[in-house]
């Protein structure tokens, strides 16, 4: 038997449900025993019955002689939840709304033409994007050597310096599907 000692509060509905399988298994067991005055098979089925529910609380999975498993699959479904909740929190929250637009842009719109007075903004954008491998330069040239461009000449394309990477388009779709 597997133990796993962080488990989250159990909901109103499945303690209900608990207590009813538990109810239920011991008055048949109740039952069972004023019939026929020993503790048998039977009896002690029934009694591993009424305790199931509360296992649960405690364990994972538990192997019963006999090779039978049982698996709750409630709380991982639970864990499961929450994991995704903590992935979908994460994907949506990565990039700013400014960063998002400069991916999809190099992405889908070549050229993508950046006039002087943006420049010095895209500059950090382009740097956090190219350090999560979202973006990669497409030459030798550097951040600065496309700001300098436009400042110099009022304007350049962006798609000439950078070009999104199979992981930035993995962001962009993962992205799509969760907002």
Same mark, same amino acid.
């Given at each position: 038997m597997s133990a796993n000692n962080t488990?989250? *509060?159990?909901p109103?509905?499945?303690?209900? #449900? +608990? =207590?009813i399988i538990s109810v239920v298994g011991l008055a048949f067991?109740?039952?069972?025993? !004023? !019939? !026929?005055?020993?503790?048998?098979?039977?009896? =002690?089925?029934? &009694?591993?019955i009424a305790a199931i529910p509360w296992l649960s609380?405690? &364990?994972?999975? #538990? !192997? &019963? *002689? /006999? /090779?039978?498993k049982l698996t709750f699959i409630q709380q991982k479904q639970e864990e499961q939840a929450k994991q995704i909740a903590t992935l979908q929190f994460l994907v949506t929250h990565l990039l700013t709304s400014g960063q998002i637009g400069h991916l999809r842009r190099l992405d889908n719109m *070549?050229?993508? =033409? +950046?006039?002087? /007075?943006?420049? *010095?903004?895209l500059a950090p954008d382009l740097r956090h994007l190219r350090g999560l491998g979202f973006i990669e330069q497409t030459s030798k040239t550097t951040v600065n050597d496309f700001i300098n461009e436009?400042?110099?000449?009022g304007k350049a394309d962006a798609s000439r310096y950078f070009q999104t990477t199979s992981i930035g388009r993995k962001y962009l779709e993962l992205r799509s599907q969760n907002v």
């Open positions: 488990r989250a *509060p159990v109103a509905n499945r303690l209900i #449900a +608990m =207590i067991a109740i039952v069972h025993l !004023t !019939t !026929t005055l020993a503790i048998d098979t039977t009896t =002690i089925v029934l &009694l591993v609380v405690f &364990l994972s999975e #538990a !192997t &019963l *002689p /006999g /090779g039978w *070549p050229p993508y =033409i +950046m006039e002087k /007075g943006y420049a *010095p903004e436009v400042e110099k000449n």
